[in-house]
């Protein structure tokens, strides 16, 4: 499995990004997918999750109400939507594949067996 991230970039404090992962080598419809993200001298965190069926979604506290994930399984792509950006989300952000999810989306990093290679947000005060 092959994940793609793209879309980051440097924007203002209030500004929306969209973040896009192609996944290729396995049937993108059966994958759980994940963002995370990992901000200079930090951890990386959970961001969002979708259900390998897009029916259930889950999101960080910290992102609630201004990140949405999305999927496409035609393009076989995953969709970070980021409105209301602040300069603390400013972070590499990664997207990640479940080869084996449950019906429900995962928030933690050991649910995940493939990573893409990560696109850099940054968010200027």
């Known amino acids: 499995v092959q994940l793609q991230a793209s879309g980051g970039g440097l924007v203002q404090a209030g500004d929306s990004l969209r973040l896009s992962c192609v996944a290729s080598?396995?049937?993108?419809?059966?994958?759980?997918m994940g963002w995370f993200r990992q901000a200079p001298g930090k951890e990386r965190e959970f961001v969002v999750a979708?259900?390998?069926?897009?029916?259930?979604?889950i999101q960080a506290d910290s992102v609630k109400g201004r990140f949405t994930i999305s999927r496409d399984n035609a393009k076989n792509t995953v969709y970070l939507q980021m409105n209301s950006l602040k300069p603390e989300d400013t972070a590499n952000y990664y997207c990640?594949?479940?080869?084996?999810?449950?019906?429900?989306?995962?928030?933690?990093?050991?649910?995940?067996?493939?990573w893409g290679q990560g696109t850099l947000v940054t968010v200027s005060s």
């Open positions: 990640a594949a479940d080869t084996n999810p449950p019906s429900i989306p995962i928030a933690t990093m050991t649910g995940y067996d493939y």
């Open positions: 979708i259900s390998w069926s897009g029916g259930s979604t």
């Open positions: 080598g396995t049937t993108f419809r059966r994958l759980g």
